[in-house]
């Protein structure tokens, strides 16, 4: 069915209606053509949009699945009355019904922040991806207290996304430290990284994965040797059960998934979403 057509309106960044459009075609067995529309935010653009959307039925002899967060009810309308597509308007269908239960009217604003430049959980949003680039790959411990959480294990297992993933979409401070051969010859977590335990959590992998992650990096390398891997990998999770650290292997997980699990084993006190 990659003969569909799924387009994605807003009159923001379009992250909600894609991301959530993309989570209901998931239940779907099929691969349709996704067009992202952001920024619709005139009539004008309103009406190119249909005609867009429309040319595409005509071409296609199919009706394009139009997922809509749209604020604006001008432009909206525009959609709502010329648009030959299926309307999946998210606002309305969960905004509207919220709005006569609890009694008031939502903001209808556009986006996450209203006034990036004036939002507080925007500013402490960024500060917290500064923080994370500032201390990916143990580049930076001398401020590691300032850590909402602390990411080990060996390199490559994939920290440093998870890293910038909590630190963009709820604004942790995220560090991350690479356990190295050193730290297996002391038997020992690296002393900066004792006093706060408690924020530690663990990431390991399969060496299989891991040496073919690390041959894309630098082949035929011993860093990236499957003998070496499964040493690295050995001694990680070794070090990680006698510290009492909580891991998880990374190698069939996505970034969101590994995310949930440490937000739920950390329980960081400042969680913003």
């Known amino acids: 069915m990659s003969d569909r057509t799924v387009f994605f309106i807003s009159d923001g960044t379009g ?4 991301t959530f459009g993309n989570a209901i075609l998931a239940q ?33 002899g199919k009706k394009p699945i139009v997922f809509s967060t ?16 299926m309307l999946l308007d998210m606002f309305a269908t969960f905004v509207n019904p919220l709005e006569e239960e ?40 001398r401020d590691l207290e300032q850590s909402d959480v602390i990411l080990v ?42 006093p ?19 041959n894309e990096r ?5 860093y990236a040797s499957l003998e070496n891997c499964r040493a690295e990998v050995h001694e990680a999770e070794a070090m990680m059960r006698r510290s009492g650290i909580r891991w998880l292997s990374t190698t069939t997980k996505s970034i969101e998934e590994i995310a949930t699990t440490i937000l739920q084993e950390i329980r960081p006190e400042r969680l913003e979403y």
């Open 70 to 85: 749209l604020v604006n009810m001008e432009v909206l309308r525009v959609i709502q009355a010329g648009c030959q597509g």
């Open 28 to 60: 779907f067995d099929m691969q349709p053509r996704h067009v992202r529309l952001p920024f619709v935010d005139t009539v004008d653009k309103a009406h190119q949009v249909v005609r867009q959307i429309n040319h595409t039925a005509e071409a296609e």
């Open 153 to 194: 294990g060996v390199s490559r297992s994939g920290k440093t996304p998870t890293s910038l993933y909590l630190a963009m979409q709820y604004g942790l401070k995220a560090s991350n430290y690479p356990l190295i051969p050193e730290d297996f010859e002391r038997n020992q977590l690296p002393p900066a990284l004792v």
């Open 102 to 141: 609890l009694g008031i009217k939502s903001h209808h604003r556009i986006g996450r922040f209203s006034d990036a430049s004036k939002s507080k959980a925007y500013n402490d949003r960024i500060e917290a991806i500064n923080f994370s680039l500032a201390h990916d790959d143990g580049q930076m411990n």
């Open 196 to 214: 706060h335990k408690k924020k530690i959590f663990g990431l390991t992998i399969q060496a299989e994965r891991l040496s073919e992650i690390r």
């Open 15 to 18: 992250i909600t209606a894609e």
């Open 218 to 222: 630098r082949p035929n390398s011993k």
